[in-house]
């Protein structure tokens, strides 16, 4: 069947307008030449020269479809070295491969425009294709900013469409380029640590350790590694009365040493007045509403004296689960006669606190006026075993905790002495349990000898009593003194 011959949609399979008749009717006459009226429908004798005219059509197309493909591989080509020149990305990848989709839309509406074209008539046949396949070149070269597009070339202006084609895809993966806010740099390479070397972090890390730790802190550290190790294996001693000296030395005053030096300041006075040895009795005035000043005279007299105190403690100490094992393992013992007669003869140094819970637990309007020091009993222990009576007095731990309240009740259900109220807790939580920095002053005063006296009149309730007394004077007149030469609480 030839070109001329394509039955149009609608028919019934012959010539005519779908009437069925051999001739075509009188309308569709009507509708053709009159070169066709006056043969009787038969085509005129130039049908020859259109079907060569859309032969020649035809090639034109095809020889346009060949040139849109060596535009094509050229934009390929440009754009493959642009991306060889530039490390790509996606936007690159996108401008590089955009011209080959309208290249395949044109090629198939070029051969769909070629027999579109045979099917019409002879002069309109050459000037749809021409308009069809200009206006698909045009995608090749399309720019992402419209108003940046060059103007599309003629249609005689081969050399020229592969020149701007070029151009255009650069431009495009240069816009791509500078126009993208996204760093090169990975997440890996944003991560907070990816930039610090290791060794500056050690030294950080060594800093801090010299800071908090002081300047011997690595022979400290390796101290504690290798007590831990004898720990692991069982290779330690604990004295009679539960008390652990490496634990002591290595875990808890490795814990308060940095409390007592940067956070407190303590300032010491009168280490001279500690014996450097056998058995002493150090008295201490008691306040803070924690017993925190009797960890930091533990604290003091080793580190300046190299000599363990042994607190006496409440019964109260050594009811409690976790506490009670870790005052033995400190040291402490329950405040009891037969206990502190049997260590100062031991050659111990023992620390007392007389006060009690009625002196940590005062308010902070009585601070620093000393309570009741009770029945003498640690008199009457020195007494009978001879030792000195070393008084001390505290300045500075009133002000850690200052107590404005109290819940007896509460209290009373839950058996202990008192539940404290400060202007920080309850009403922060936990964050209201951290001490106050305050400046803390200790004085050691000078002993006060026993040895002077007989062991019987030990039970002389006038001469323990007389002794207590002067004791809590001591120490009352040495706290004033020291309030009135401290300038400021925390300074």
């Not at 009149?457 to 401290?486: C, G, H, K, W």
Request: glycine letters at 8%.
């Amino acid at each position: 069947m030839s070109d001329a011959e394509i039955i149009p949609i609608g028919t019934t399979g012959r010539p005519g307008r779908g009437s069925g008749r051999a001739k075509p009717s009188a309308a569709a006459r009507g509708l053709a030449g009159p070169g066709v009226r006056a043969s009787g429908g038969k085509a005129p004798a130039r049908t020859t020269a259109a079907a060569k005219k859309t032969a020649a059509a035809k090639k034109t197309a095809d020889a346009k479809k060949t040139a849109d493909a060596k535009k094509t591989a050229a934009v390929k080509t440009a754009a493959q070295k642009a991306a060889d020149a530039t490390p790509a990305t996606a936007s690159t990848k996108a401008a590089a491969q955009a011209p080959s989709k309208p290249a395949k839309r044109a090629a198939a509406s070029g051969a769909a425009t070629t027999k579109k074209t045979s099917a019409t008539s002879p002069r309109k046949a050459a000037a749809p294709s021409a308009r069809k396949a200009a206006p698909r070149t045009a995608p090749a070269a399309a720019q992402p900013d419209a108003a940046a597009a060059p103007a599309p070339p003629a249609s005689g202006e081969a050399v020229d469409l592969d020149v701007v084609d070029i151009a255009t895809a650069r431009q495009a993966h240069a816009g791509s380029s500078s126009g993208s806010t996204t760093s090169s740099t990975t997440t890996a390479d944003r991560h907070p640590l990816g930039g610090i070397p290791v060794g500056d972090w050690l030294a950080a890390l060594q800093t801090g350790a010299r800071e908090v730790f002081g300047a011997e802190w690595e022979p400290r550290l390796a101290q504690f590694v290798a007590s831990l190790r004898r720990r692991v294996e069982g290779d330690y001693v604990v004295d009679e009365y539960g008390f652990d000296e490496e634990v002591t030395r290595t875990l808890l005053m490795a814990i308060l040493r940095p409390i007592a030096q940067k956070w407190f300041r303590i300032e010491v006075r009168g280490l001279e007045n500690i014996p450097a040895e056998g058995g002493a009795l150090v008295v201490s005035n008691h306040s803070g509403t924690l017993p925190v000043d009797a960890l930091m005279t533990l604290l003091t007299i080793h580190d300046h004296t190299g000599r363990h105190l042994r607190p006496l403690g409440a019964d109260l100490v050594f009811k409690m689960p976790v506490v009670s094992s870790l005052a033995r393992k400190a040291g402490a013992t329950l405040a009891c006669n037969a206990d502190a007669e049997r260590m100062l003869s031991g050659g111990h140094l023992l620390g007392v606190w007389p006060e009690g819970f009625k002196g940590i637990g005062k308010p902070f309007s009585e601070r620093y006026k000393l309570q009741r020091f009770g029945r003498g009993g640690f008199v009457s222990a020195a007494l009978r075993t001879g030792v000195p009576i070393i008084p001390l007095s505290v300045v500075g731990a009133e002000e850690i905790y200052p107590l404005v309240g109290n819940v007896p009740s509460l209290a009373r259900l839950l058996g202990v002495p008192y539940i404290p109220i400060t202007p920080f807790f309850p009403l922060l939580g936990p964050l209201g349990m951290v001490p106050l920095p305050s400046k803390w002053l200790l004085e050691f005063g000078e002993p006060i000898r026993t040895d002077a006296y007989d062991t019987l009149e030990a039970e002389d309730p006038m001469l323990v009593f007389n002794v207590t007394d002067q004791v809590r004077e001591t120490i009352q007149q040495t706290l004033y003194s020291l309030l009135r030469e401290r300038q400021h609480v925390f300074f």
